[in-house]
């Protein structure tokens, strides 16, 4: 085969064979632990398609949610008695081990931007930051107000021993009867001190 005819075709298996490898992850939502990747750790904040990275734990139900302005939200239901005590039992949202170090031994703020589901809303939110077996900010209950408001707390991070990926950040509404849920529009995580 001549080179001009060889080397054109042998380009065009390798942009194919690029192509078929990458195609897979073209549109994907992004899942896993939420990570810092190296940015300023003092405001992280996780929205829009970042919402996914929720993990809806026991008998939680979690949807991302397309918005009329081509945003996202993030909608967390559960019946009565389906959610455990346990923030990682219950919808939440890991955190990987740099936004661990970064927070260990610091006083942080938690804020959540949400407001009451649709056809089955919840009057409160529930939000608590998990430090894993060193310590826990306990379940913060906020009452919702109609539209979307931000809720917060502050929380001094016990100092991380032992292993990583063990802080989580759960969310979730208060269900005192039937089924309820929330609409979660960003979650902020702010590094005070």
Not at 167 to 193: C, H, K, N
């Amino acid at each position: 085969m001549p080179d001009r005819i060889f080397f054109p075709l042998a380009g065009l298996l390798i942009l194919v064979m690029v192509y078929l490898g990458i195609q897979p992850g073209i549109g994907q939502l992004p899942t896993g632990p939420v990570a810092g990747d190296g940015v300023n750790y003092d405001r992280l904040v996780i929205d829009g398609t970042y919402l996914n990275k929720v993990i809806a734990g026991g008998e939680a139900r979690t949807k991302l949610l397309r918005t009329q302005d081509r945003g996202y939200v993030l909608q967390v239901d559960a019946a009565k008695d389906a959610l455990d005590v346990e923030p990682e039992l219950g919808p939440h949202f890991r955190l990987a081990p740099d936004i661990e170090t970064q927070m260990s031994g610091r006083t942080i703020r938690v804020t959540v931007r949400a407001r009451p589901a649709g056809q089955q809303p919840a009057a409160q939110i529930q939000v608590n930051y998990s430090a894993g077996r060193v310590g826990q900010s306990g379940w913060r209950v906020f009452d919702l107000k109609k539209g979307s408001a931000e809720y917060s707390f502050e929380y001094a991070v016990p100092v991380m021993s032992g292993e990583q990926g063990v802080d989580y950040i759960g969310v979730r509404p208060v269900v005192t009867e039937g089924r309820r849920g929330v609409l979660v529009d960003a979650v902020i995580v702010e590094r005070l001190s």
